[in-house]
Nanobody
């Protein structure tokens, strides 16, 4: 079955950086647009970055210029480089398809906490 496993989160000070990874199995990864989603406490899950199977990318304004999404199709892995982190970036981060039927169940996510 399809499985998504996120990793790389942690506690970081404001202004710091983290690199998240998402290992996908059970899908033809290279055929899918993928995205990083996040869910902060008490808020809806939101898509913050997406990458098409051809490599074009898109970001919400809140992360534009600070986050970079990338993919390695040979490794079936999605990445999110997060720089200049802010407390409002604190959330659980998930990966999933972007612009198509979502993969269920979601992965366990990875917690990112930005705090001094």
């Amino acid at each position: 079955q399809v499985q998504l496993v996120e990793s790389g989160g942690g506690l970081v000070q404001p202004g710091g950086s983290l690199r998240l990874s998402c290992a996908a199995s059970g899908i033809i990864f290279s055929n899918n647009a993928m995205g990083w989603y996040r869910q902060a406490p008490g808020k809806q899950r939101e898509l913050v970055a997406a990458i098409a199977n051809g490599g074009s990318t898109a970001y919400v304004d809140a992360v534009k210029g600070r986050f970079t999404i990338s993919r390695d199709n040979a490794k079936n892995t999605l990445y999110l480089q997060m720089n200049s982190l802010k407390p409002k970036d604190t959330a659980v981060y998930y990966c999933n398809r972007a612009g198509g039927p979502l993969i269920t169940p979601w992965g366990q996510g990875t917690q990112v906490t930005v705090s001094s």
